[in-house]
């Protein structure tokens, strides 16, 4: 106990005690405060540490990697704005994943599709955070003609991938009705 009344008699001898309490209260205030900001003062990336050679295998050991053949463009459909090819390939995956059986999926997919079209025809800014209801939302207020078919649309979206039903062939195809209803309902009012 003599040696922390000796370290406190010399610390006070240094620094007056109301300066050595203000000092404190200012350590305890930084403390806090990077407390409650935690994450925003550390760095997103931390600094990356050399990386030792890298092994060259034989050529006979070596894999060639295979190369993807480009597929030809698909015409514009008449009546419609001509950057379509995006949408032809999520539908072509739509159909790819029901004829898999994994329904849920497809109708998402389904989703995407007329969310790209929406977004190409102007009517919604491409906004990850979007939710369904707000999507349906602004794209009525755009172009009401396309409203009652995105409503049914994201609702049954949102039963199959929020309320858990599951999706089988009449879902996939009660939304592959509606998503080319608001196609068709987005063409014809352009």
Not at 145 to 167: C, E, K, Q
């Amino acid at each position: 106990m003599r040696g922390y009344d000796d370290l406190v008699g010399r610390v006070f001898t240094i620094v007056s005690p109301p300066l050595l309490l203000l000092l404190l209260l200012a350590v305890t205030a930084l403390t806090a405060a990077l407390w409650y900001w935690y994450p925003a003062w550390i760095p997103r990336r931390w600094p990356r540490l050399p990386r030792l050679p890298r092994l060259t295998l034989p050529r006979w050991r070596r894999r060639t990697p295979k190369r993807a053949t480009p597929t030809p463009a698909r015409p514009a459909a008449p009546g419609r704005p001509h950057a379509t090819a995006a949408p032809a390939t999520a539908g072509t995956l739509a159909d790819r994943l029901a004829a898999e059986g994994r329904y849920a999926e497809a109708i998402r997919e389904r989703l995407r599709d007329t969310v790209a079209d929406l977004t190409r025809a102007g009517l919604i800014d491409p906004d990850p955070g979007t939710t369904a209801a707000e999507l349906t939302t602004t794209a009525g207020t755009g172009h009401p003609a396309v409203g009652p078919a995105l409503t049914g649309a994201t609702g049954l979206f949102s039963d199959i991938w929020y309320g858990h039903r599951p999706a089988g062939p009449p879902e996939d195809d009660r939304m592959r009705h509606l998503t080319t209803e608001v196609r068709d309902r987005l063409g014809g009012g352009r």
